[in-house]
């Protein structure tokens, strides 16, 4: 049983367009990470999340966490091929809980 | 500066074989973390080891798998007997401090048990 699970699984767009991706839980985690992984590499991190109802954005890519600190969302615009890669987020619960979501795995075709 | 290595980075083990991966964390990162990725999924968490303390073992799968970090620097991952369903990419991932430091990861080694 996934404690986070991301939709979509997949998603393939055509450059320019823009898109969101959802990570949901029935738990409280008390932040959220996202991390990007690219073919052959370990998961880099993006942006942390710590407030309910906090926003932050990363260039074209804008981070929500939920008012209840049980969901978050992932929205980038105008996705260029460059972002490309497999989407992780990741909730903290505890000392040394970190759970990982199922993953979207985000192709942009020039 | 050096980032987390792990070796080997590709292994192919016969069924029921052992096998030994290494991770060589970030210098001075206390945290260290083994995780399992089947598929190009997610992380599966696998155990936890944070300074002197007792590692968090709770994720590993079965008592075939097992981790050691050697001096609070260099972990070994061990896996016997191996099976078909350990086939998956192991990663590695050190912190500076607790969970909710950035954790910074290695490449991985993807093993194939044949």
């Known amino acids: 049983t996934q404690l986070l699970e991301q939709s979509p699984q997949f998603l393939s767009i055509q450059e320019g367009e823009n898109l969101t991706v959802y990570c949901n839980s029935s738990?409280?985690?008390?932040?959220l990470q996202w991390y990007r992984q690219e073919p052959g590499e370990g998961p880099v991190l993006l942006v942390t999340v710590v407030t309910g109802g906090e926003v932050k954005k990363l260039k074209r890519l804008t981070f929500q966490f939920g008012d209840a600190r049980k969901d978050s969302s992932l929205h980038i615009t105008a996705a260029q091929p460059g972002d490309t890669g497999l989407y992780l987020c990741a909730g903290i619960r505890g000392a040394n809980n970190l759970f990982f979501g199922t993953g979207t795995r985000l192709t942009v075709i020039p | 500066g050096a980032g987390v290595s792990q070796s080997p980075s590709n292994k192919v083990t016969e069924k029921g074989k052992d096998v030994e991966l290494r991770c060589d964390p970030i210098?001075?990162?206390?945290?260290l973390y083994w995780y399992r990725q089947s598929l190009g999924q997610g992380l599966e968490f696998l155990i936890y080891f944070q300074g002197n303390s007792a590692p968090d073992k709770s994720g590993l799968p079965s008592d075939r798998f097992s981790a050691e970090r050697t001096g609070g620097s260099v972990s070994t991952l061990t896996i016997q007997r191996t099976q078909q369903e350990d086939s998956a990419v192991y990663l590695c991932a050190s912190s500076l401090g607790g969970t909710g430091d950035e954790q910074y990861f290695g490449p991985g080694t993807r093993l194939t048990v044949t």
């Open positions: 738990s409280v985690f008390s932040s």
């Open positions: 210098s001075g990162h206390t945290a």
